[in-house]
């Protein structure tokens, strides 16, 4: 029995520190009880300030969904006044709250509270001597493995499968801008940008091997309608215009990766060859970064706009939310959102929103959606109202034209 385990390493003196508190903690509770592997609850025994006491990583995309603050005495967590202390110096004083994280959990030896991001009591369990108790409802339930799992659930190891924190975000449930933009929490959203521009390179790299194998293959079909024009010279009138429709319609059918290969590439490459650039492997490369950068530059620059007054909100706070209602077949589809974004945008800084050789991105689709949901959760965890742009140029010069 985990539940007991737990009980008995950390029963009255048998914890010497706060730091001794974490190992039980982490092993019997978040381990044995709510499943998480070693590898996927990592404790802080350093004492580092700006790290939770133990992280919680999802197990859907190993994202630091949960923080977890842990303390010796239970009154620090059950008192309200002592735990909105807590919360103000600590949780937000030390910035414990990450860009991924979606609950908060709050500990002692026989306290277990989980928040949301506004310090919002959603569960709470007090373990008492014979049974489990719910502080808020004075409802009493036994004392054991399966109804601890039961109550704590919702930050349990499977859990973390469900994406609740996108649901969520989805709904218009998360308050944007939690972590204020200053010197101290800057490393978090560098974090973040070096998150999504892996990302986005990851999927450039995928969806332009795709798009070449497409341009392969229309310039095979075509090559065969022109050799049997040329064949059938001029007199078969018919059949010239039945291959002639015949040739538009695979233009047609491949138009995207006909533009990208024909025109847009061909001509980054030539540019490229003046910079020096000589293998394919390295065009490739640089033609990805650059798109990737560009997508994420736009990304950026509407949320300072939005967090600004610049726009309303369409890619943060409820943004989605109002999007998903006001469409119906497309609820998914952020590259349509993204459109409207940055249409309504464009004429604070028209030079990011032309039309570049690299937009052929927004016209993906399949994994790049899920791509940009989760950069766009990430996103709006951050408070943008003061950046300036020397600021940005210093801190992300690739993504400042």
Request: hydrophobic share 40%.
């Amino acid at each position: 029995m985990s539940l007991k385990k737990y009980l008995e390493d950390t029963s009255r003196g048998s914890i010497a520190s706060e730091i001794g508190f974490y190992t039980p903690l982490a092993t019997h509770l978040f381990g044995a009880l709510l499943g998480y592997p070693p590898k996927q609850r990592v404790i802080n025994k350093s004492g580092e300030h700006g790290i939770p006491d133990i992280r919680l990583y999802s197990q859907e995309d190993n994202s630091e969904w949960v923080a977890v603050e842990a303390k010796r005495d239970d009154a620090e967590i059950r008192n309200e006044d002592r735990r909105a202390k807590l919360w103000r110096e600590q949780i937000i004083g030390h910035r414990y709250i990450a860009a991924e994280t979606f609950y908060v959990v709050l500990c002692a030896p026989r306290t277990f509270y989980i928040c949301d991001l506004d310090g919002n009591l959603l569960e709470a369990i007090h373990i008492e001597d014979n049974h489990l108790l719910n502080p808020k409802t004075g409802a009493e339930f036994p004392l054991s493995d399966k109804t601890f799992r039961e109550l704590a659930s919702r930050v349990s190891y499977a859990a973390s499968l469900e994406r609740s924190q996108f649901e969520a975000f989805r709904r218009g449930e998360l308050r944007s801008g939690h972590i204020p933009l200053t010197e101290d929490t800057l490393s978090q959203l560098q974090s973040v940008f070096v998150y999504a521009i892996d990302k986005l390179k990851e999927y450039c790299r995928v969806h332009f091997r795709e798009l070449r194998a497409r341009y392969d293959e229309a310039k095979a079909q075509i090559a065969e309608i022109e050799l049997t024009l040329a064949n059938i010279g001029s007199g078969a009138i018919k059949q010239r215009q039945k291959l002639l429709y015949r040739r538009n319609t695979v233009r047609a059918k491949y138009r995207l990766a006909l533009q990208l290969f024909e025109d847009d590439y061909d001509r980054f490459k030539h540019d490229q060859t003046y910079a020096g650039t000589q293998l394919e492997e390295n065009f490739e490369d640089i033609f990805c970064t650059n798109t990737a950068y560009v997508a994420l530059s736009r990304l950026f620059f509407v949320r300072i706009c939005e967090d600004s007054g610049l726009t309303t909100h369409k890619i943060s706070n409820s943004g989605i939310a109002v999007w998903r209602d006001f469409v119906q077949n497309i609820k998914g589809n952020y590259q349509d959102l993204l459109d409207v974004a940055f249409k309504d945008v464009s004429h604070v800084y028209p030079r990011l929103f032309e039309e570049p050789i690299f937009d052929w991105l927004g016209r993906g689709s399949g994994a790049l959606q899920d791509i940009l949901e989760r950069i766009l959760f990430r996103l709006n965890a951050f408070d943008f109202r003061n950046v300036t742009r020397d600021w940005l140029r210093s801190s992300f010069p690739p993504l400042v034209p």
